[in-house]
């Protein structure tokens, strides 16, 4: 399993960065980023079940571990989803998590993915073009 961390500094409280990265809209937005069309099902409650999802229905679903609102949020991936089906897979503990530190400038916005060498290339291209997408929604919109 490999680390991967990525930050980017957002003029905004972090109240409005919480607002874009979990608000239907704008989720769907800067999950684009990786998938369009990228959306998600269920809650984000601690220790709830999350699905998701790419426009075919395909995708991963996650346990919420941590649920910090304005402050942290923090997502195990259990296991893949095909035609509608859980699949559990052995990943080990891949973990994605958002860390959000107010400051000065605003929020300094923090991603952490926990993730085997075989998916590095693609957060590392994905990843950065995400965070400018949740920059530029929380920077530009009421």
């Known amino acids: 399993m490999e680390i991967l961390s990525y930050e980017i500094e957002i003029n905004a409280e972090p109240e409005k960065v919480w607002s874009v990265l979990w608000g239907d809209i704008t989720y769907k937005q800067w999950t684009s980023a990786f998938a369009k069309g990228s959306f998600y099902q269920g809650t ?37 989803i095909y035609a509608g089906i859980e ?6 503990n891949p973990t994605e998590t958002f860390i959000l530190e107010e400051n000065e400038e605003g929020t300094l916005l923090k991603g952490e993915i926990q993730t085997r060498e075989e998916f590095k290339a693609f957060f590392e291209e994905k990843f950065p073009k995400a965070l400018e997408i949740i920059k530029h929604l929380s920077e530009n919109q009421l």
Do not use: A, C, T
């Open 87 to 92: 699949v559990p897979q052995d990943w080990g």
């Open 44 to 80: 984000l409650e601690e220790g709830s079940i999350v699905k998701f999802f790419d426009p075919n229905n395909n995708g991963m679903y996650s346990r919420v571990e941590v649920n910090i609102p304005n402050q942290e949020m923090k997502f195990l991936h259990l296991g893949e």
